[in-house]
């Protein structure tokens, strides 16, 4: 409304009340005002007994008027006002009674009073002139009404309510019964899930037991085939190293003469000895380290001292005029605290199988620092100029003794233990390793190493060993 102003109240009827006759027929006027505005059977009851109760209690006042009107705010209401001057105050206990049935409000002085009595009504409804017009006219008769009548309505609005009870009554019942039979079908079930849940966990559980077995399968064959490779080793390593220095000794100057046909057949004898002699070591390692059994020492490393080891030592190995190996001049190296014989051993077998695999051009090997502050570590990266990787092998390279197939292996020997024990060691300390390759034009492998002066070597021992596990 505008300026916030209250909705103006439209009053349809006023009626004076001077007997008792006048508040019988305020009972009827009631029923029927209540029907006309839509309200249901219980609120028209309840209207009715609410406002014969105030007419009866009010009946002794002076110029008593009681006035039926429409309020049109939110939501719509049915207005009843008793006004009176003179009499006595409204009886406390018919207030209390008529406010269980309607929203009563009371306003006395000492010579007039009020008592309004609000119905809202059903939403949606008719229109606020439909329902003037409704009201209005059920309101505009005046059929007088006897305490018979009044009795006679009383009746039927009780028979009415008892009706309704009873429909109510069996209606809870029907639910009722509804009920119960949902209760037992939720309960039959609930029974049959419970069952099938039970069956399903004894197939779980029997399902977590074969497994059970089976990694105890897994790890004692494990533990056996590491058992194997050590002992094998150890018996392997002893008449190896009699045959290599054997060999050697019929090299060496000081020994008797040998024929050309002779120094060759000792020479090969020697080479097939280093051969197996760097086999059975390299079982051993990959035997040590999963089992967990190759510990770390770790020390400051001079990355100087150990590249220009490497370097001497892959030159006058695997040295060949085709191929250049290229390694870093580091004047001011990252510094490094790891084991250096495990991280030489990593750098080694990676430069040899690059040089293994190229037949021209270069191996390269790089040194950086990692760029991530949070994580202090070293990047050792070896790219060859070889022969690649088909696409499809590249992630079994790191399958203990596989070897890539394909007239690209001619003529190269090798284990196909070079990688795995790279990416094994890798992780012992703490790092890793990762690969890329293109058939035909070359592979490039990058190792991070932590730098392990930034935590206990104790722990960095142990997170190792668990990594390697």
Known sequence: MPGGATPAVDTVATFSL?????VFGLRRHAQQAAAAVALDRQDQVRLATALSEVGRDRIRSEELKVSFALSPGQPASLLVTFSWRGG???????????????SVACETGPHAGRIVITQPLPAPGPQPADRHARLAHVLKGDTPS???????????????????????????????????????????????????????????????????????????????????????????RTPVNAVVAL???????????????????????????GTLLALVTDLLDVAKAEAGHLDIHPVPVDLRLLVAHLSS??????????????????EQPPPLVTDETLLIRILRNLLSNAMKFTERGEVRLEVTADPDPSAPAVLFTVTDTGVG???????RVFEAFYQVRGPHQAGRSGTGLGLPYARTLAELLGGSLTLTSTEGVGTRVRVRIPDLGHAHPKEAEVEGTHRDR
């Not at 001077?18 to 006048?22: I, L």
């Not at 060999?247 to 040998?258: E, N, T, V």
């Not at 990787?389 to 992630?395: A, K, T, V």
């Open 313 to 330: 030592l892959l030159r006058s190995g695997y040295g060949r005029s085709e191929v250049a190996l290229v390694t870093p001049d580091l």
């Open 389 to 395: 990787i088909p696409p499809g092998e590249i992630d």
């Open 88 to 102: 006595p105050p409204p009886s406390r206990e018919t207030l209390d009674l008529a406010a269980k049935l309607v």
């Open 247 to 273: 060999s050697a000794l019929m090299l060496a100057p000081s020994s008797p003469p040998l024929t050309e046909e002779q120094r060759e057949q000792a020479e090969l004898i020697a080479s097939s000895g």
């Open 18 to 22: 001077t007997s008792a006759q006048d």
């Open 146 to 236: 006897t305490e018979a009548d009044d009795l006679r309505a009383q009746t039927r609005d009780l028979i009415a309510a008892l009706e309704e009870t009873r429909a109510q009554r069996e209606e809870l019942r029907r639910l009722n019964e509804e009920l119960e039979e949902t209760n037992r079908g939720v309960l039959a079930l609930y029974s049959e899930l419970t069952r099938e849940l039970e069956t399903t966990n004894s197939g779980v559980l029997a399902l977590h037991s074969e497994l059970d077995d089976k990694r105890q399968q897994l790890q004692d064959a494990s533990e056996a085939k590491t058992r194997f490779w050590t002992n094998i080793s150890h018996e392997l």
